[in-house]
């Protein structure tokens, strides 16, 4: 059966998710959806996100896409739930905080950065209570989404300075529990020294290989669409420009 596929955030983050799922399923037509309008989401209520990703739903079934992918942490931590039970007939792929891979991968200390919305919610508790050991200090990052869409490097670089510094020489590990964070490893580096990352794209690029494979999904083509609920042109340049670059 052939379709599309349809990837979402609140803005620009959800691109390193993207990007990651093109490394294995290059031969789809992917619409990407921006939805800086109303960003941040992590200080939104629960019902405003529900609200926005329902929107972007409809946006995405009348581009006849069948598989859906959350590309933001806190509308799956908010939204996931409510849009599986709306639409049973998509496969909705929802992205969470890294913690499982953490868990497994490392005994040693790890930071958890993620938005105040994501951690507050019901979802990310439960796993968290099902992977957290005694080393995982978790933060909550209120306003850096926004720094991040706004591409605002000198608040982005005095932000990580005055709120993470605390954790240098303490974790090893960081989990960037927000799709806008991979973007500024570097600036993360420059503060906490040569941790190692994890983030959750790759759980999401695997699930969708399986769900293509499990249905036997082929594409209409190979086509990437930006759309971005501000219209605003420097954000289709940003997109374009990361889905090029490497951020490491
Ligand atoms: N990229 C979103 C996430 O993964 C950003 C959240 C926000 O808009 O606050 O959580």
Known sequence: ?????????????????????????????????SDSIHNPYGEKSEEEVINYCDEIVKYFVDRDCHIIIIACNTASAMASLYLRNKYKNL????????????????????????????FDSEKFKELFDKYHHKNFYLYSCVGLANLIENNDINKISKYLEDNIIKYNGIVSNVVLGCTHYPLIKKYIRNVLGDVKFYDGSIGVSNRLSSI??????????????????SLNKNKEER??????????
Request: aromatic share 16%.
């Open 1 to 33: 059966m052939e379709t599309n596929i349809g990837i979402f955030d609140s803005g620009i983050g959800g691109v390193t998710v993207l990007k990651e799922c093109l490394n294995n399923n290059k031969n789809f037509n992917y619409y990407y959806y």
């Open 239 to 248: 997109f374009y420009k990361i889905l090029e670059d490497d951020y490491e």
């Open 212 to 229: 293509i494979k499990e249905n036997n999904y082929i594409g209409y083509g190979s086509n990437i669409y930006f759309y971005d609920s």
């Open 91 to 118: 496969h909705i792929i929802a992205i969470e905080p890294a913690i499982k891979l953490a868990y497994d991968n490392s005994i040693l200390s790890t930071l958890v950065m993620a938005t105040k919305g994501t």
